[in-house]
């Protein structure tokens, strides 16, 4: 999982990307939300350390387990009074959740998830509502949670360090239920608790999947990019794979769906994109979603609707920095509009079926979407 950053990258101004980057420079001005933050209720994240072994989920396909690599990994736990580190693989069949859960069932002092978006959401999965911490050793193209944590990316002893003795950190999980009438192959993960409220049973014609999200899902726009872009073109060209596989669904149709809100407001939306944010930072420090916090108890929909091809999206852009930055204010016009939206729970229902992603994993095309927010369910390490 290589998660959104196609919205950081994009190529309003170049040309090509038009759409990416008009969307990245609009959304990091404040649209319309209601709605305000609330911290009441969460829990302090605890900070003594627990006795077990820490335990090491590694994705193999990410960063080969190398003599020296296990070297470092033991001396670093050593040194900060910890015991011998117990590792676990990941396999296609379970990227990361059943070795989590395993790991605390061992009663494990901190898990470190050794991979990219896909695995860490993996882990987390296996974790949320545990009080067991959750460190990162990112080795992914976007490593988005890593960078909201702001945690170190380019050295490994220094991401080891802070995983055994940073502090802990409380955040929030996002769940989605998506009902997709053409499968991706992607896993339901059952959340471990109860949905609160509970998701409404899945129409008989599609398949229920359940996904966390750490990060941004949506549906729409960049659904389709996220389905076209395959582990391939990112292992050779990197972050320029989202750029690329973008670039053709600049003219896609926009979609029509029903918008319900944890409060009772219901509203019809046509747009591109509909986008629903834990947190927004992505690549290069861009903010999606300024208001969107990784511990701020809120999840954040954007809608954006743009007029077909570069055009749209590079008025989008325009529109929202000639009224500059200052009050939230809605993005209104011909040829672009942006909603956002503030709510714990939410049903979105597509009159058709749209591609869509949880952190960058595709995981097909869905007729309804249905997001919930566990509040302060994970504890993360941070420097």
């Not at 903010?287 to 091809?309: E, N, R, S, Y």
Request: proline share 5%.
């Amino acid at each position: 999982m290589e998660a959104v950053t196609w919205i950081a990258l994009g190529v309003a101004l170049a040309g090509l990307a038009a759409g990416l980057v008009a969307l990245a420079v609009a959304l990091r001005l404040r649209g319309e939300l209601r709605g305000g933050k609330g911290q009441e209720g969460i829990a302090p994240a605890p900070q003594v350390r627990a006795a077990g072994s820490p335990y090491v989920i590694h994705n193999p396909s990410k960063l080969e387990r190398t003599e020296e690599l296990e070297a470092l990994v033991l001396r670093t736990a050593m040194d900060a009074g910890l015991a011998e580190p117990v590792w676990l693989e990941t396999t296609v069949e379970d990227p990361g959740t059943g070795q989590a859960r395993q790991a605390v069932e061992a009663g494990a002092s901190v898990v470190v998830a050794v991979g990219g978006d896909g695995t860490v959401r993996s882990v987390a999965a296996g974790l949320a509502g545990s009080e067991v911490p959750m460190a990162i050793l990112p080795q992914g193209t976007g490593n988005l949670l890593a960078r909201n944590l702001e945690l170190p990316l380019s050295s490994l002893a220094e991401q080891l360090r802070v995983a055994f003795t940073g502090h802990n950190r409380r955040m929030d999980v996002g769940w989605l239920a998506a009902d997709v009438t053409e499968d991706a192959g992607q896993q339901s993960v059952e959340p471990g608790f109860d949905v609160e409220p509970a998701f409404p049973p899945a129409p008989a014609t599609t398949t229920r999947t359940i996904q966390p999200f750490l990060v941004i899902s949506g549906v729409g726009f960049d659904g389709a990019v996220m389905e076209s872009v395959g582990d391939g073109l990112k292992d050779r060209v990197g972050w320029m794979a989202y750029v690329l596989a973008s670039t053709k669904h600049l003219w896609g149709k926009r979609m029509r769906a029903r918008l319900e809100l944890g409060a009772g407001e219901q509203e019809n939306l046509a747009a591109r994109s509909v986008l629903i944010a834990n947190c927004g930072r992505l690549q290069g420090g861009v903010q999606l979603v300024p208001d969107a916090q990784l511990d701020d108890g809120w999840l954040d929909v954007v809608a954006v609707d743009t007029a077909a091809g570069p055009v749209g999206w590079m008025a989008l852009a325009g529109g929202v920095m000639t009224r500059g930055i200052g009050p939230r204010r809605a993005v209104t016009g011909a040829l672009a509009n942006m909603i956002m939206r503030r709510t714990r729970t939410l049903s979105l229902r597509l009159r058709s079926p749209q591609p869509t992603q949880v952190d960058g994993d595709y995981l097909g095309r869905a007729v309804a979407l249905h997001a919930r927010l566990q509040r302060g369910a994970l504890l993360v390490r941070v420097p």
